[in-house]
């Protein structure tokens, strides 16, 4: 995951946790956290770097609508990215308590 923009993870944990993952409701749920709209043309290019880098399947859910899913890769990528930072949110939990 070191390849991927901050905005690229953040897509790819929001596919993850979505029950239907389409271009838009993923540009809602990013649209909550940034506090800003995201237009399409930062969201959709994105997303297509992301299958192109194999963390993401892209199908489609009707003729106008793709639905992404996150990958075997993608969700090794995630949990590998989440030990990561696991290691550095306890220390700073162990400085804290000790201070």
Do not use: C
Not at 73 to 87: F, H, Q, V, Y
């Amino acid at each position: 995951m070191h390849d991927l923009t901050g905005f690229q993870r953040d897509i790819l944990y929001v596919i993850a946790g979505l029950e239907e993952p389409h271009g838009l409701a993923v540009k809602d749920e990013l649209d909550d956290y940034y506090e800003q709209e995201i237009n399409h043309g930062r969201l959709y290019p994105n997303l297509d770097d992301l299958v192109d880098k194999g963390l993401l399947d892209k199908g489609e859910l009707d003729k106008r609508t793709n639905v992404y899913t996150v990958t075997k890769r993608g969700l090794r990528e995630i949990e590998a990215r989440r030990a990561w930072e696991d290691e550095y949110i306890k220390s700073t939990e162990e400085f804290a308590t000790s201070a």
